[in-house]
């Protein structure tokens, strides 16, 4: 064992030597020429820089500094492969100075270019200034837009209804963005919203003294059916198949589209007026129980007359579970009539077994 390794030490030995002869015989103390023609372009909270990379044939990288806002010294280093770099995270509208060197492989550092600017607005601080804040059903909604399309998190800070501190947040980049606080009791609390970066950077928390809305479940006396696609008015038998069986407060009763003397296709759909004007939070429904063969997307619409009619979107509908499925409508609409409708689904028929408003009545 003892020759071995030996022998491994005597033939790493012109190895090691070899290394260190090449340091010692480098010699190369010539600096290489600066970055040239750089350009800085001001952005929200940031820059974006660029420059002219030195030709010298063993320049390796750019170092760039910096003194953020708060006197902490920054530095970054730029591959001979790049010759510009997006800086981020600044904190304050102001000038910053930047710091250019160029470095070869060994070592040698060219003379210092210097190049200023005035950043944009930091967009956490951007943000807090578009917050619209209003009270919800059940909570609240945080609206915002955002110019500077950088990446934010709004967070808001509240209590439950147990008084237990809780915390939602959204990150976005989005144009327009909106935060929704939602199974509150209609009790005023303050609402602690802070708005920062990708980074962490945040501005100021601004307080909100807001009640929730209360939300309750619209009442179906004097619901009537305007119309329909089709019902299956037989072959249910009395309890079940018309589309009155989905509003008769049963979730075990059902509507099912036409199957006896014709089978139509989707879209399948009925038409309720309410006979009351209803603002609106969510819809609430309920598959046929123990049935999976109902519709996978379903749309709901909304309107005052019951001729014009405003489409909220199609949805996911699980006909998989039992258990009620809710779809938060965000605009809040107020209607006395609304459409559901079934878009599709794995056969040609669909049923429903219950479908709820929630919100408020006038």
Not at 4 to 21: C, D
Request: proline share 5%; hydrophobic share 35%; charged share 20%.
């Amino acid at each position: 064992m003892k020759t071995k390794l030996i022998y491994i030490l005597f033939a790493l030995l012109p190895f090691l030597f070899g290394i260190s002869s090449c340091k010692e015989d480098d010699g190369d103390t010539t600096p290489p020429s600066p970055v040239d023609n750089i350009v800085i372009t001001p952005d929200f909270g940031g820059f974006k820089l660029s420059w002219q990379n030195p030709t010298d044939v063993d320049f390796r990288y750019v170092d760039l500094s910096y003194t953020d806002a708060l006197g902490n010294l920054w530095s970054k280093k730029i591959s001979q492969y790049g010759n510009s770099t997006q800086v981020a995270g600044l904190t304050e509208e102001k000038d910053y100075t930047f710091n250019l060197v160029s470095y070869d492989k060994s070592g040698n550092a060219s003379g210092t270019k210097t190049i200023s600017g005035k950043c944009k607005t930091p967009p956490f601080l951007v943000i807090a200034q578009e917050l619209v804040v209003n009270p919800d059903f059940g909570g609240i909604n945080v609206k915002w837009g955002n110019t500077c399309g950088k990446q934010v998190a709004v967070m808001v800070q509240y209590k439950d209804n147990n008084g237990a501190k809780q915390v939602q947040t959204t990150v976005s980049n989005k144009p327009n963005d909106v935060l929704f606080v939602s199974g509150l009791q209609a009790k005023s609390q303050v609402f602690k919203i802070t708005v920062s970066d990708s980074i962490g950077n945040a501005g100021p928390t601004k307080d909100f003294n807001l009640t929730p809305l209360a939300e309750s479940l619209i009442e179906k006396n004097g619901w009537e059916v305007v119309s329909f696609s089709s019902e299956e008015a037989s072959g249910e038998g009395t309890s079940n198949g018309r589309v009155i069986h989905a509003i008769d407060g049963n979730i075990n009763s059902f509507w099912h589209s036409q199957w006896a003397g014709g089978t139509p296709p989707y879209p399948h759909w009925f038409i309720i007026n309410m006979n009351q004007t209803v603002t609106i939070s969510r819809f609430e429904c309920y598959r046929r129980q123990g049935d999976s063969g109902g519709p996978d997307k379903i749309k709901f619409y909304t309107s005052m007359d019951g001729q014009t009619w405003t489409d909220l979107g199609e949805n996911a509908f699980n006909r998989n579970v039992n258990t009620a499925q809710s779809y938060r409508i965000s605009s809040n609409p107020e209607a006395r009539y609304f459409k559901f409708e079934a878009t599709a689904g794995p056969n040609t028929f669909s049923h429903l077994g219950e479908i709820n408003v929630f919100g408020s009545a006038k």
